[in-house]
C-alpha cells in the first residue's frame, strides 16, 4: 500500500499542517505535496509549512504552480510576477524563470509546475488561459520555454511542462468542464511541437484533461498519455496528472477510480490536490487496481526524476541576497520594455 502512495502528489487544506493530516500523510507517505494560494500566509508561515512538509516520511517533493500573471502562488508575498505571455513578448522568459526558481528556492519549493506550452489561439486557449500562453508560432512558443526552464534550472529548481497534448484548441476550461479537441492532424501536430522541444529538458510533462475525439481524457487515455507520448514522441522523463479532481472528468467515476485509470493510462504523478481525506482510499483503489508492474515503472520515472532534481541543485546558483531585492527585482522585470 506504502508503494501505490509514492506515485501521489497531495495538496493540503489550509496554511497548517493539520494533526489529521500529518496522520494521513505519515500512513501513506506520498511522492509530493503540492501548495497553492489557500496554504500561503506570510514568508514565516510558508517557510515553516515547507519545513515540516520534509520532515515527512520519504521527503516529499515541494511543488507549486508559479507561471506569474494569472497563476502567481507568491503574490502576497513577493508582488505580482510578470505572466509568461508577456515575458516571451518582451523576450524576458529566462529572466522570468530565473526569478521564479529563486523565489522557489527561498520559499521551500522543489519543483515548479511551470512553464504552460500550449499553443495561444483566439476563441480557445485566447479566452480560456489567457496569458498563460507565449504567443506565436510553435517554434516561438518553444524557445520562450525553454529559456524559462533554463531559469528554473540555474536556480536549482525543476520544470514541468503542460498541457499535454495541448489545451490550445480547447474553449472550455478543464476545471469546470470537459473540452473535446477536434481530430485534425496538422493542427495536432503544431500543438504537440512546442512539447516534442522542450520536454526532455523538463524530464516532466503534465497531462491534460482534454479529449480527443473519442472522449475520453488525455490523462485517462493510453492512447495519448502512453502510445503517443512514449510511443510516437519517445518521451523517457515522468509523466504528471493535472488535478484529477476537476471537474472535466466529472463523468468518469469516483475520485478513487479516476486515480486507478490514470494510473493505468500513462500518469506516473497522480495529483489530488483538495480532497486529502479521500487520498487514502485513493491510494488503496491504485494498489487494488494497477498492476504492480505499472507502478513499477511509475516510481521508477519518478526516482530518476528526483535525481534530476539532486542535479539541478548540485549545479545551481541561487543569489545569496535580501528576500527584498528578489521582490524589487520582481517588480522592475514587469516594467522593463520590449527586447528589440
Do not use: W
Not at 522568459?93 to 521564479?100: D, F, V
Not at 489545451?167 to 495536432?188: N, V, Y
Not at 522542450?198 to 475525439?213: D, E, L, N, Y
Amino acid at each position: 500500500m506504502a508503494d501505490a502512495a509514492r506515485v501521489f502528489g497531495v495538496g493540503l487544506a489550509s496554511a497548517a499542517l493539520a494533526p489529521a493530516e500529518r496522520e494521513i500523510l505519515e500512513r501513506f507517505p506520498p511522492r509530493a505535496v503540492i501548495l497553492f494560494r489557500r496554504n500561503i500566509g506570510s514568508v514565516d508561515q510558508l517557510l515553516a509549512l515547507t519545513a515540516r512538509v520534509r520532515e515527512l516520511p520519504g521527503r516529499p517533493l515541494l511543488c507549486v504552480d508559479e507561471e506569474g500573471g494569472p497563476v502567481d502562488r507568491f503574490r502576497d508575498l513577493l508582488g505580482p510576477s510578470i505572466s509568461f505571455r508577456e515575458a516571451a513578448e518582451r523576450g524576458l522568459s529566462r529572466r522570468a524563470g530565473e526569478l521564479a526558481g529563486e523565489a522557489c528556492v527561498r520559499l521551500g519549493f522543489d519543483v515548479d509546475l511551470a512553464p504552460v506550452v500550449d499553443r495561444l489561439l483566439p476563441g480557445a486557449s485566447e479566452r480560456v488561459l489567457r496569458d498563460r500562453c507565449a504567443p506565436g508560432e510553435p517554434g516561438k512558443i518553444a524557445r520562450a520555454a525553454s529559456e524559462f526552464v533554463t531559469g528554473l534550472h540555474s536556480r536549482g529548481v525543476g520544470a514541468c511542462v503542460k498541457h499535454f497534448p495541448g489545451l490550445g484548441r480547447a474553449s472550455l476550461d478543464t476545471h469546470h468542464e470537459l473540452p473535446m479537441i477536434p481530430a485534425d492532424a496538422r493542427e495536432e501536430e503544431r500543438d504537440l511541437a512546442p512539447f516534442q522541444a522542450t520536454m526532455a529538458a523538463a524530464r516532466a510533462v503534465m497531462i491534460s484533461h482534454a479529449a480527443g475525439p473519442d472522449g475520453r481524457p488525455a490523462s485517462l487515455s493510453s492512447d495519448r498519455a502512453t502510445r503517443l507520448l512514449r510511443g510516437a514522441l519517445g518521451f523517457e522523463g515522468a509523466a504528471f496528472s493535472d488535478d484529477l479532481e476537476m471537474g472535466a472528468l466529472a463523468a468518469f467515476g469516483s475520485l478513487p477510480e479516476r486515480c486507478a485509470a490514470a494510473s493505468s493510462a500513462g500518469c506516473d504523478l497522480l495529483f489530488v490536490c483538495s480532497r486529502i481525506s479521500e487520498y487514502p482510499t485513493c491510494v488503496e483503489r491504485v494498489a487494488r487496481q494497477v498492476p504492480a508492474a505499472r507502478l513499477e515503472e511509475a516510481a521508477g520515472r519518478l526516482d530518476r526524476y528526483a535525481e534530476h532534481l539532486e542535479t539541478v541543485r548540485r549545479t545551481a546558483v541561487t543569489p545569496d541576497r535580501p528576500l527584498a531585492d528578489l521582490i524589487a527585482d520582481i517588480a522592475s522585470v514587469r516594467q522593463m520594455p520590449h527586447s528589440s
